[in-house]
Protein backbone atom coordinates (compact mmCIF):
# COMPACT_ATOMS: atom_id res chain seq x y z
CA UNK A 1 0.00 0.00 0.00
CA UNK A 2 1.03 3.14 -0.60
CA UNK A 3 0.49 6.12 1.59
CA UNK A 4 -0.04 9.43 0.11
CA UNK A 5 -0.09 12.94 1.81
CA UNK A 6 -2.70 15.87 0.80
CA UNK A 7 -1.01 18.59 -0.24
CA UNK A 8 -0.74 21.64 1.96
CA UNK A 9 -2.95 23.92 1.73
CA UNK A 10 -2.11 28.10 1.00
CA UNK A 11 -4.14 30.79 1.54
CA UNK A 12 -7.50 31.11 -0.36
CA UNK A 13 -7.03 27.46 -1.69
CA UNK A 14 -9.84 24.99 -2.28
CA UNK A 15 -9.85 21.88 -0.56
CA UNK A 16 -10.33 20.20 -3.86
CA UNK A 17 -6.89 18.14 -5.06
CA UNK A 18 -6.39 15.69 -7.61
CA UNK A 19 -4.69 12.19 -6.98
CA UNK A 20 -1.65 13.86 -9.44
CA UNK A 21 -0.70 16.03 -7.08
CA UNK A 22 -1.40 13.89 -4.22
CA UNK A 23 1.36 11.80 -5.95
CA UNK A 24 3.29 15.01 -6.57
CA UNK A 25 3.76 15.63 -2.85
CA UNK A 26 4.56 12.03 -2.07
CA UNK A 27 7.38 12.81 -4.86
CA UNK A 28 8.64 15.90 -3.75
CA UNK A 29 12.33 16.74 -2.29
CA UNK A 30 11.81 17.40 1.29
CA UNK A 31 14.69 18.50 3.82
CA UNK A 32 16.36 16.83 6.45
CA UNK A 33 16.98 17.76 9.28
CA UNK A 34 19.94 17.16 11.32
CA UNK A 35 21.90 15.83 8.62
CA UNK A 36 25.53 15.61 8.87
CA UNK A 37 27.20 16.13 4.95
CA UNK A 38 30.24 13.49 4.70
CA UNK A 39 32.25 16.30 2.53
CA UNK A 40 32.14 19.28 4.23
CA UNK A 41 31.10 17.95 7.91
CA UNK A 42 28.85 20.83 8.15
CA UNK A 43 25.34 20.24 10.08
CA UNK A 44 23.09 21.62 7.46
CA UNK A 45 25.39 23.79 5.71
CA UNK A 46 23.47 26.68 3.72
CA UNK A 47 25.94 26.24 0.56
CA UNK A 48 24.12 22.89 -0.24
CA UNK A 49 20.51 21.35 -0.29
CA UNK A 50 19.72 18.43 1.83
CA UNK A 51 16.48 16.04 0.98
CA UNK A 52 14.95 12.85 0.24
CA UNK A 53 12.27 12.25 -1.84
CA UNK A 54 10.49 9.33 -3.18
CA UNK A 55 9.28 6.93 -5.89
CA UNK A 56 7.58 4.11 -6.18
CA UNK A 57 10.39 1.53 -7.24
CA UNK A 58 8.81 -1.45 -7.98
CA UNK A 59 5.45 -1.41 -9.73
CA UNK A 60 2.55 -3.94 -8.41
CA UNK A 61 0.72 -5.49 -10.67
CA UNK A 62 -1.99 -4.16 -7.99
CA UNK A 63 -1.60 -1.41 -6.26
CA UNK A 64 -3.27 0.20 -3.39
CA UNK A 65 -3.06 3.87 -2.72
CA UNK A 66 -4.60 5.73 0.69
CA UNK A 67 -4.66 9.01 1.22
CA UNK A 68 -3.06 10.53 4.73
CA UNK A 69 -6.03 12.64 5.74
CA UNK A 70 -4.56 13.10 9.26
CA UNK A 71 -2.82 16.31 10.20
CA UNK A 72 -0.79 16.74 13.63
CA UNK A 73 -0.13 20.05 15.46
CA UNK A 74 2.20 20.56 18.42
CA UNK A 75 1.44 23.95 20.44
CA UNK A 76 3.16 24.97 23.87
CA UNK A 77 0.79 26.66 26.52
CA UNK A 78 1.69 29.35 28.71
CA UNK A 79 3.14 27.04 31.25
CA UNK A 80 5.23 25.28 28.21
CA UNK A 81 3.50 22.00 28.33
CA UNK A 82 3.45 20.62 25.42
CA UNK A 83 -0.20 19.66 23.05
CA UNK A 84 -0.78 17.09 20.67
CA UNK A 85 -3.58 17.77 18.62
CA UNK A 86 -5.00 16.03 15.82
CA UNK A 87 -7.86 16.68 12.66
CA UNK A 88 -9.01 14.58 9.97
CA UNK A 89 -9.11 17.02 6.71
CA UNK A 90 -12.04 16.40 4.87
CA UNK A 91 -10.75 17.54 1.76
CA UNK A 92 -12.04 16.31 -2.00
CA UNK A 93 -9.63 14.45 -3.68
CA UNK A 94 -10.58 13.25 -7.77
CA UNK A 95 -9.33 10.54 -8.77
CA UNK A 96 -9.23 9.43 -13.04
CA UNK A 97 -10.47 6.00 -13.96
CA UNK A 98 -7.27 5.28 -15.98
CA UNK A 99 -3.59 7.00 -14.57
CA UNK A 100 0.04 6.38 -16.13
CA UNK A 101 2.50 6.32 -13.12
CA UNK A 102 5.34 6.45 -15.23
CA UNK A 103 5.75 10.33 -13.63
CA UNK A 104 6.06 9.17 -10.32
CA UNK A 105 8.52 5.36 -10.72
CA UNK A 106 11.74 4.93 -11.66
CA UNK A 107 10.40 3.14 -15.22
CA UNK A 108 10.30 5.53 -18.41
CA UNK A 109 7.88 2.99 -19.66
CA UNK A 110 4.21 3.90 -19.31
CA UNK A 111 2.72 1.99 -16.00
CA UNK A 112 -1.32 2.18 -16.75
CA UNK A 113 -3.33 0.94 -13.68
CA UNK A 114 -7.51 1.46 -13.88
CA UNK A 115 -9.28 2.00 -11.28
CA UNK A 116 -11.03 -1.07 -9.57
CA UNK A 117 -12.38 0.02 -6.53
CA UNK A 118 -12.83 2.55 -3.57
CA UNK A 119 -13.34 2.27 0.29
CA UNK A 120 -14.08 5.53 2.45
CA UNK A 121 -13.78 4.96 5.74
CA UNK A 122 -16.32 7.68 7.82
CA UNK A 123 -16.06 7.80 11.11
CA UNK A 124 -14.10 9.21 14.29
CA UNK A 125 -11.11 7.30 14.05
Given at each position: ????????????????W?????????????????????????????????????????????????????????????????????????????Y??????????????????????????????
Open positions: MLSLPLPTKSAGDRDITLAQCLNKFKENRGLEGFKCDSCSEEGAPSHTIGASSLIEDVPDYLALQVMRMECELTRNLNGRVNYSRRKRMDTVKPEMIDLAAWTNSPAPQMYELYSIVEHKGKS
